[in-house]
């Protein structure tokens, strides 16, 4: 989950992908082409199947994780039942041998 969000900002922030360059802000006609380029690119398109794609993969990962919590959970509920059961064995035998 961790790697997907990472990926996700590395394309915002260091690739700059979405945003204009300073020339094509301080050019008309530099910003003309990198409008272009997008488009024939398809860059927004691109960038929302990704992160339609992302989310689907962070999504079912998160799923994933909280199966393993659960069993994880179920186990440590077990062994706590058997410590439980071990305690009153214990306790038990302990009081039947003071008895006798």
Not at 11 to 25: E, F, N, P, V
Not at 36 to 57: P, V
Not at 60 to 68: R, T
Not at 74 to 89: G, H, K, N, R, V
């Amino acid at each position: 989950v961790a790697q997907m969000n990472r990926m996700m900002v590395d394309i915002i922030t260091k690739i700059g992908l979405l945003k204009r360059s300073k020339t094509a802000w301080n050019y008309a006609h530099y910003g003309e082409v990198w409008q272009g380029m997008k488009s024939d690119f398809e860059l927004d398109q691109r960038f929302e199947t990704l992160h339609y794609k992302l989310d689907l993969i962070i999504t079912q990962a998160k799923f994933y994780m909280e199966i393993l919590q659960n069993r994880k959970s179920d186990t440590l509920e077990w062994i706590i039942i058997f410590l439980i059961l071990a305690e009153i064995c214990v306790s038990l035998y302990d009081m039947s041998s003071k008895v006798a």
